[in-house]
């Protein structure tokens, strides 16, 4: 090769070399991986570019200047990353209130190219300064609302002196709080060190301009390019639970086993399950005086009222379950007579494995969709329906997503318009509705009932919750409404998932059955036994038997 060919050769070797690594392992990402293919991607990108940059700097005698000036950027990439994560593992905490995670990603994003590039140029030192501080306290914000969130943890640990706050927000224990305080801290304080410290100045010699120019683009690049599949965080822990991958490929042990058998005929007909959100007993008593859909219930005969109700009361250590609804309603699914780890579903059925095997319709409405990590096991288990819609804060175009619990409205027209195009089989269906309900930050009221709720001057708590339960016991009776407007409707059942101290033996929560006049005529002794079983204390784990029962199912393992 000439001499000219062989300098001109060296000259791009480096860059030539890192764009075929980059390729060849954003290929075999995206093999292996699949869903994280961007994330890998860019991940890739990051390290060839990181990779580059140094061994630019020890051949162009900038190491130390690039050493500062990688570390700020390595910093904001992990404080992005962690917000993110945050938002992913603790969605009621302050970073909710703040940013979201993914604005503040590209938000950093912008700044961090911004001020690369501005380095490598001929901008003013004190313009670097101002892009380099207010990206670091951008990223600050948010982990010092994750830190005083900690703090008030630990405070409420070591009043209680408990090892764990699962009546708070989840099963964090004493180490997790620790260990997530102890990261964010160290996160935030190099922050402040880097937001402080003197930046030193750029000098590159004639000719390297441009290459740095590359190195910064390509940084930036690789960044952009994790953030093309939404929740990079997200998309990558979904698929690093061990019990998430054994659910995606679990068979149904009804028939891919002979442990068990299942008989009854089932009564033909419709039959639903609405599980709410953090109704509680004692609050929904205390309201009865408003003359409530539910205190009206209590003097028809087709109700059965379960007055002595509890629902799950302890959290699981691991499993791949974090919030308290998603253990709870997972529970309530699969046939354990008590409460049972989520790895207890991997040999032993679930409701949803039951009407598979007794050719059963079923569909389901749930407000936990794919972006929800916290509840993946209970996303798999329902999303065996023969039809699924899930209605989140995104879904009708975003219409709801500040009106909160209002999108429970659109419930009773989704309903009906499944009925219209035929996706229930009237002969036998089972239908699992999960409404938003009265989460305590997504109870915006409609401004008529706000003031009609003032009118009747209803009690006032800490989070509204009064006039949240008032509302939403208009919602559930416009659904309960609709169900029953269906000939072929035979049974609907009512659970809250858990009350708002997620569960425990002091903690009733609200339960109650309708039943048709066809089927208590096909099962004359039914609402005998349910109301035997509602008279006695009730733990919803029980729930899997109960349906089975009101759609006369046994199944028995041998």
């Not at 060849?24 to 292996?32: I, Q």
């Not at 032993?348 to 509840?375: A, Q, W």
């Amino acid at each position: 090769m000439p001499d000219g060919q062989t300098s001109q050769f060296k000259k791009f070797r480096m860059p030539l070399t890192v764009a075929a690594g980059i390729a060849v392992l954003t290929a075999l990402s995206a093999l292996l991986f699949r869903f994280n293919w961007a994330w890998l991607g860019g991940l890739f990108i990051l390290l060839a570019a990181f990779v580059w940059w140094l061994i630019s700097a020890r051949q162009d005698g900038v190491m130390k200047t690039t050493l500062i000036h990688m570390s700020i950027f390595i910093l904001a990439a992990a404080g992005c990353t962690w917000y993110l994560a945050c938002n992913v593992f603790m969605p009621a905490c302050a970073a909710d209130i703040i940013f979201s995670g993914i604005f503040m990603l590209l938000t950093d994003l912008m700044l961090l190219s911004l001020y690369f590039l501005l380095l490598s140029g001929k901008a003013p030192l004190w313009l670097c300064h101002v892009i380099r501080i207010l990206m670091t306290w951008l990223l600050l914000l948010p982990l010092l609302g994750f830190i005083s969130f900690d703090l008030r943890k630990m405070l409420i640990i070591a009043n209680t002196l408990e090892m764990t706050v699962g009546k708070f927000v989840s099963d964090y224990n004493i180490s997790r709080c620790l260990n997530s305080f102890a990261i964010k801290s160290l996160i935030a304080a190099a922050g402040v060190f880097m937001a402080l410290m003197p930046l030193p100045p750029v000098k590159f010699a004639p000719g390297q301009t441009k290459k740095y120019r590359s190195i910064f683009l390509l940084l930036a690049g690789g960044m952009v390019v994790m953030s093309l599949n939404g929740n990079p965080v997200c998309k990558l822990m979904l698929f690093q639970s061990p019990l998430d991958k054994a659910m995606l490929t679990r068979q149904n042990p009804l028939i891919a086993t002979n442990d068990y058998t299942v008989t009854g005929k089932t009564t033909p007909g419709i039959y639903f399950l609405i599980v709410g959100e953090s109704y509680d007993y004692e609050r929904a008593e205390n309201l009865r005086k408003y003359k409530t859909f539910y205190d009206r219930i209590h003097s028809q005969d087709d109700y059965v009222i379960f007055t002595n109700t509890y629902s799950v009361p302890l959290l699981p250590d691991g499993g791949g379950i974090v919030g308290g609804s998603q253990y709870a309603v997972t529970n309530m699914l699969h046939n354990a007579s008590e409460p049972k780890d989520p790895e207890y579903l991997l040999d032993n059925p679930h409701l949803f494995d039951v009407m598979e095997y007794c050719k059963v319709t079923t569909l389901t409405l749930s407000n936990f969709g794919p972006n929800r990590i916290y509840s993946n096991v209970q996303r798999h288990i329902t999303e065996k329906a023969d039809h699924l819609m899930i209605t989140d804060r995104d879904s009708f175009g975003g219409k709801y997503r500040r009106l909160g619990f209002q999108i429970d409205n659109e419930i009773p027209g989704i309903i009906q318009n499944w009925y219209d195009q035929g996706k229930f089989n009237k002969e036998k269906s089972f239908m699992f509705i999960q409404p938003l309900g009265t989460h305590f930050d997504d109870m915006p009221l409609p401004e008529e009932y706000a003031r009609k709720y003032d009118r009747w001057d209803v009690p006032k708590d800490s989070e509204g919750r009064n006039r949240g339960y008032l509302y939403f016991d208009v919602m559930l009776e416009n659904m309960i409404r609709k169900m029953q407007s269906f000939p072929e409707t035979r049974a609907i059942i009512f659970c809250s998932d858990h009350s708002w101290n997620r569960g425990g033996d002091d903690d009733k929560i609200v339960m109650f059955i309708w039943l048709s006049e066809e089927l208590r005529k096909a099962q004359p002794d039914l609402q005998k036994r349910l109301q035997d079983m509602a008279n006695n204390k009730f733990n919803n784990v029980e729930m899997y038997s109960l349906i089975l029962d009101i759609m006369n199912i046994q199944v028995v393992k041998k």
